[in-house]
T-cell receptor, first 115, second 113 residues
Framework: EADIYQTPRYLVIGTGKKITLECSQTMGHDKMYWYQQDPGMELHLIHYSYGVNSTEKGDLSSESTVSRIRTEHFPLTLESARPSHTSQYLC??????????????FGPGTRLTVT | GNSVTQMEGPVTLSEEAFLTINCTYTATGYPSLFWYVQYPGEGLQLLLKATKADDKGSNKGFEATYRKETTSFHLEKGSVQVSDSAVYFCALSDLDSSYKLIFGSGTRLLVRP
């Protein structure tokens, strides 16, 4: 059973608001990821981290920012939300096993709607 | 660069029908291959994986065989259930992608009673 949590599950906010999407995992995993999932289901990696104080941008350009101050916590922030940010955001984590590919565990997602 | 191509959906089947969802990949190295499933309103869960050629991954009645000669990893199930209705993602991971997952575009499966 994967222990990765995302809050809130659903969020409706107005344009221009600052928001933070929370993601926490209790598995002690080094690697964490944020994906954006569009209505067509396709997943796009927007941020990832290989450990504390390590963050990298993913394959899809995003106006969001992330931080990794603690191993278990990887929040995503939008300084000024816009309707184009409306999407499903999925957080994931995996273990760093000698650089070998490992299973990613996903949280339940946050569905964000910006009006 | 590395990529994954999977068949477009939706795939609509009757209960107990045979399922195949095609997945092919392009990779310069020797990737590991995965199938993830996303049930409505949830995140993704790993369904099965294979880490080298000719490996067969299996779980919950689903199977997929890593075919290097055809660069394929097709997902199969002999008899689907209504509860299998979900979106299925094929993915790969290898050194060239820094072990990040590269996903296909997803295939929606709808199983009717």
């Amino acid at each position: 059973e994967a222990d990765i949590y995302q809050t809130p599950r659903y969020l409706v906010i107005g344009t221009g608001k600052k928001i933070t999407l929370e993601c926490s995992q209790t598995m002690g995993h080094d690697k964490m990821y944020w994906y954006q999932q569009d209505p067509g289901m396709e997943l796009h990696l927007i941020h990832y981290s290989y450990g504390v104080n390590s963050t990298e941008k993913g394959d899809l350009s995003s106006e969001s920012t992330v931080s990794r101050i603690r191993t278990e916590h990887f929040p995503l922030t939008l300084e000024s939300a816009r309707p184009s940010h409306t999407s499903q955001y999925l957080c994931a984590s995996s273990d760093l096993q000698g650089q070998q590919p490992d299973e990613q565990y996903f949280g339940p997602g946050t569905r964000l709607t910006v009006t | 660069g590395n990529s994954v191509t999977q068949m477009e959906g939706p795939v609509t089947l009757s209960e107990e029908a045979f399922l195949t969802i095609n997945c092919t990949y392009t990779a310069t190295g020797y990737p590991s291959l995965f199938w993830y499933v996303q049930y409505p309103g949830e995140g993704l869960q790993l369904l099965l994986k294979a880490t080298k050629a000719d490996d067969k991954g299996s779980n919950k009645g689903f199977e997929a065989t890593y075919r290097k000669e055809t660069t394929s990893f097709h997902l199969e199930k002999g008899s689907v259930q209504v509860s299998d209705s979900a979106v299925y993602f094929c993915a790969l991971s290898d050194l060239d992608s820094s072990y990040k997952l590269i996903f296909g575009s997803g295939t929606r499966l709808l199983v009717r009673p």
